[in-house]
């Protein structure tokens, strides 16, 4: 799964994006961060073409991130990587 931010003209929010090009809103942006549990978890909305979607960031400004990178073997095996013994933390800050 991709995630993406979009603006169609209602503000920042998340979507799904498929290989072929089309997106599927999940939330708010502001909203999804808060809680994307739950954004997941809500009933998915149809999915739509992204013609006229504006791309904007999916993480705001002053976003603070912690990501578990390598976590699962096919992720490791793709990246050509060994399989680490412990998680790789990293931070993304916007």
Not at 2 to 8: E, H, K, L, N, P
Not at 56 to 62: G, Q, T
Not at 64 to 75: A, E, K, M, P, Q
Request: glycine share 6%; aromatic share 8%.
């Amino acid at each position: 799964m991709q995630i993406i931010g979009f603006d169609q003209g209602t503000g920042p929010h998340i979507a799904e994006l498929a290989a072929d090009g089309r997106l599927r809103p999940l939330a708010e942006r502001e909203a999804f961060w808060r809680n994307p549990a739950q954004a997941m978890s809500a009933p998915a909305a149809p999915w739509q073409s992204a013609t006229g979607a504006h791309l904007v960031p999916a993480i705001a400004n002053s976003a603070r991130v912690i990501c578990i990178g390598l976590n699962y073997r096919d992720h490791a095996a793709e990246m050509q990587l060994a399989i680490p013994e412990k998680p790789v933390v990293f931070a993304r800050w916007a």
